[in-house]
Nanobody
Framework: QVQLVESGGGLVQAGGSLRLSCAAS????????VGWFRQGPGKDRVFVAG????????YYSDSAKGRFTISRDSADNTVYLQMNSLTPEDTAVYSC????????????????????WGQGTQVTVSS
């Protein structure tokens, strides 16, 4: 049974930092590209950051560039999202997802590209 479990969310003041983790079981995580998405209150789910299965290529949304860093540790089947300089606009449920698509470079922003999803972790940034 495939499971993706996010952790590390919480309440933080504006300007603060959080590191989210996405731990995988039931699949060879290193064979999958991984994306982080977020869904704010009353909003659609949107792409935040992604990393190729090789760990070499990364992708970021415009709002994440320069503030967030995605990385992966194949040894412990975990992908991380380091989030700095957080603002209230970053408040959302953050979810990780895994994809083995051969077209990830084109479709990394599309949630339909990803086969497996975690339940999400709440990030709340207070002003």
């Amino acid at each position: 049974q495939v499971q993706l479990v996010e952790s590390g969310g919480g309440l933080v003041q504006a300007g603060g930092s959080l590191r989210l983790s996405c731990a995988a079981s039931g699949l060879t995580f290193s064979s999958y590209h991984v994306g982080w998405f977020r869904q704010g209150p009353g909003k659609d789910r949107v792409f935040v950051a992604g990393i190729r299965r090789s760990g070499v290529g990364t992708y970021y949304s415009d709002s994440a560039k320069g503030r967030f860093t995605i990385s992966r540790d194949s040894a412990d089947n975990t992908v991380y999202l380091q989030m700095n300089s957080l603002t209230p606009e970053d408040t959302a449920v953050y979810s990780c997802a895994a994809s083995d698509s051969a077209y990830i470079e084109t479709y990394y922003k599309n949630p339909a590209t990803y086969s497996y999803w975690g339940q999400g972790t709440q990030v709340t940034v207070s002003s």
